[in-house]
């Protein structure tokens, strides 16, 4: 049951950087949403959707573990990657239990509720679109190049991105979330392949533009080779004002701490930078923090901290 009185955050991205943000934000009493992109078609979710014809349930399965409130062992065994097996090796058990009950319900968003019971999760999932997507990117060359796993190797800059089919419909309850927010927050994420295909979903895109709430872009804390490559703050903030038409963002968070020198050399071997803040000149409140975290050497966003950060938001609204 929802508590009317709280308040209303949805969170829109996908990739690793949602379920990490999710992780810390589940600790507060919110109403809280999660929009996850449907555009993956690599790995263990590509095989499904090719072979199943199911949408791609990896980052759903992520976000679904992320928002659970069970046994460790519980999440643990949702989240099991075969290592080996005829026809079973890559797949997570988590993905094939969610396609299974996308066959038994004959409904993506049906698996996804039922999931949610079984999992206790905090807050709702929903998918961007309750059926697959298929993600194209248009290079500065003219080229196109078809597939979300496909565009970061295509080593070509990225000039817009964008969705097939064209008449791609949300769930009712994606829009109405959007529309009684207090908060929209988006991203953290691969700003091409994890955050626009959520967005370039038509009637998404035109509703966060159109929506009463406070809209926040977690922006990248590194860019990313084959996507990103030498971006700034305000090349982050204008991708996402262009593919959607308009100046839509209220605010932006940026990260002001320092990233160790050890760290920095490995990611320059992967080709990625930290992001340069050059936000002085958007128009839009610029929220500057030392957010970032390691985990095992990786850099991530640190959730505490960044889930503090949206709650003084929302205390302001």
């Known amino acids: 049951m929802r508590d009317e009185q709280a308040a209303k955050m949805v969170v829109i991205g996908g990739g690793t950087g949602l379920p990490v943000l999710l992780r810390g934000l589940k600790q507060y ?7 996850v ?17 199911v949408p791609p349930p990896g980052d759903v399965r992520n976000v679904l573990a992320a928002l659970s ?18 026809g079973l090796s890559g797949h997570s058990l988590g993905n094939l239990i969610l396609a299974a009950l996308t066959s038994i319900t004959g409904d993506f968003m049906k698996a996804i509720r039922e999931m949610s019971k079984v ?29 979300e796993s496909k565009i970061p190797n295509a080593g070509k800059k990225i000039k817009r991105v964008f969705l097939t089919p064209e008449d791609i ?22 700003l091409y392949t994890s955050i626009l295909p959520n967005l370039l979903v038509p009637k998404i895109g035109q509703e966060v ?9 977690i922006c990248n804390i590194m860019t990313q080779a084959g996507e990103t490559p030498h971006y700034t703050v ?13 100046p839509f963002l209220d605010a932006v968070i940026v990260n002001s701490g320092a990233i160790p020198e050890a760290i920095r050399r490995r990611y320059e071997e992967e080709r990625a930078e930290p992001v340069r803040d050059d936000s002085s000149g958007l128009h839009i409140q ?17 959730t505490a901290k960044v889930a503090a950060l949206l709650l003084g938001l929302l205390s302001r609204r």
């Open 119 to 147: 999992l206790n999760v905090h807050g709702q999932v929903l998918p961007a679109a309750n059926k697959s997507v298929v993600l194209h990117a248009e290079m500065e060359d003219g080229s196109i190049v078809s597939g």
């Open 234 to 246: 305000s090349d982050h903030v204008k991708a996402l004002h262009s593919h959607l038409g308009r």
């Open 169 to 190: 419909e949300p769930l009712p309850e994606t829009i109405a979330a959007i529309r009684r927010a207090d908060l929209i927050v988006i991203g953290p994420g691969s």
């Open 209 to 217: 533009c159109k929506a009463k709430a406070k809209k926040v872009y």
């Open 69 to 86: 409130d069970v046994e460790p062992l519980i999440v643990e065994l949702f989240q099991h990657r075969f290592q080996n097996g005829n």
């Open 286 to 302: 610029v929220i500057r923090e030392d957010i970032v975290t390691y985990e095992d050497g990786v850099i991530r966003h640190n």
């Open 29 to 35: 009493e919110l109403d809280l949403t999660a929009i």
């Open 37 to 53: 992109t449907v555009a993956d078609d690599g790995g263990s979710s590509g095989r499904l959707r090719d072979e199943l014809r």
